[in-house]
C-alpha cells in the first residue's frame, strides 16, 4: 500500500501523484458506497455484476498504488490493477481508461490543467477504440466524453473548477442514456426494451468524475484571473 494520502502536501495549482493516489482512493470509496445501486441498474439491463465487479477493480486499484513515482504511473499502476481483478467488460475500458491517461501525463511531476484535460481526452479515445462505441449508445462514454470536452473548455480556470465542470458534464450525460436505445455491449440485445433505463456505465463513470472534484476541490486552490 502507497504512503501517499490525501492530507499530503499539495501543490497548489498543479495535479501531482498525491492528489492521483487520492482521486483513486475516492473514487474506490464512491464504486464500494454506490455498488448495489450500480449492480441493479445492470442487472436491469446487462449482466447484473457491474457493482460488483468495479468495486473489487478499485480496491485492486487502491491495494496497487505507488508511492514516489509521477503521477502518470500511478494512475498506470490503478489501471493495470483494475484490468487484472475487475471482471466483466468494465475492467479492459476502464483499465485501458487509466493507463491512456497516465501514459499521456508521462512521467511530468505536477500536471497543469490543460496537460490533465489531455490526459482525460486520451482516457476517452482509448475506450472508444477498445470498445467500439460512440456518444449516443448508450455507455459510459456518453458520459465520459462531454466530460472530458467541458474538463478541457475549463482548463484556463485551474483543475478544480475544470473538474467540477466535467462533473456537471458527466452527470448530464449519464442522465440523458435513459431514453436511448443500447447499441453496444450486453444491453444492446434487449433492443427496444434497453430504452427507459440509465446506463450503469454512464453512472459509475460519473462516480469518478466527482472522485475528481471531491479531491481536487480539497487539495488544490485554482487561480483565479489574471487582471493587467
Keep these: 500500500m ?3 494520502t490525501t492530507a499530503d ?3 497548489a495549482g498543479a495535479f501531482t501523484a498525491a492528489e ?3 482521486w483513486i482512493r475516492r473514487a474506490a470509496e464512491l464504486v464500494s458506497a454506490d455498488a448495489d445501486r450500480l449492480t441493479r ?3 436491469a439491463i446487462g449482466d447484473g455484476d457491474h457493482g460488483l465487479n468495479l468495486d473489487r477493480g478499485f480496491a485492486a486499484a487502491v491495494e496497487a498504488l505507488p508511492g514516489g513515482v509521477p503521477p502518470g504511473r500511478v494512475l498506470i499502476a490503478a489501471g493495470r490493477a483494475i484490468v487484472s481483478k475487475t471482471g466483466g467488460a468494465s475492467g479492459p475500458l476502464y483499465g485501458t481508461a487509466l493507463r491512456r491517461a497516465g501514459k499521456a501525463l508521462g512521467d511530468t511531476e505536477e500536471a497543469s490543467a490543460a496537460q490533465l484535460g489531455e490526459a482525460l481526452t486520451a482516457a476517452v479515445t482509448g475506450i ?10 448508450k455507455t459510459m462514454l456518453d ?3 462531454p466530460a472530458a470536452e467541458a474538463f478541457a473548455a475549463s482548463a484556463e480556470q485551474g483543475v478544480p473548477a475544470a473538474a467540477r465542470a466535467a462533473l456537471e458534464a458527466a452527470e448530464q450525460g449519464a442522465e440523458a442514456t435513459v431514453p436511448l436505445v443500447a447499441r453496444k455491449g450486453r444491453a ?5 426494451r434497453s430504452a ?3 446506463d450503469p456505465g454512464a453512472a459509475s463513470s460519473v462516480l469518478l468524475l466527482r472522485a475528481l472534484a471531491d479531491v481536487t476541490a480539497t487539495s488544490l486552490s485554482a487561480p483565479g484571473p489574471t487582471e493587467t
Excluded: I, K, W
Design 41 to 43: 441498474l445492470d442487472a
Design 188 to 192: 444492446s440485445y434487449l433492443g427496444e
Design 9 to 11: 502536501a499539495f501543490t
Design 143 to 145: 458520459a465520459l466524453t
Design 2 to 4: 502507497s504512503g501517499l
Design 128 to 137: 472508444r477504440e477498445l470498445g467500439g462505441a460512440q456518444p449516443g449508445d
Design 196 to 198: 427507459g433505463h440509465l
Design 20 to 22: 492521483a493516489a487520492a
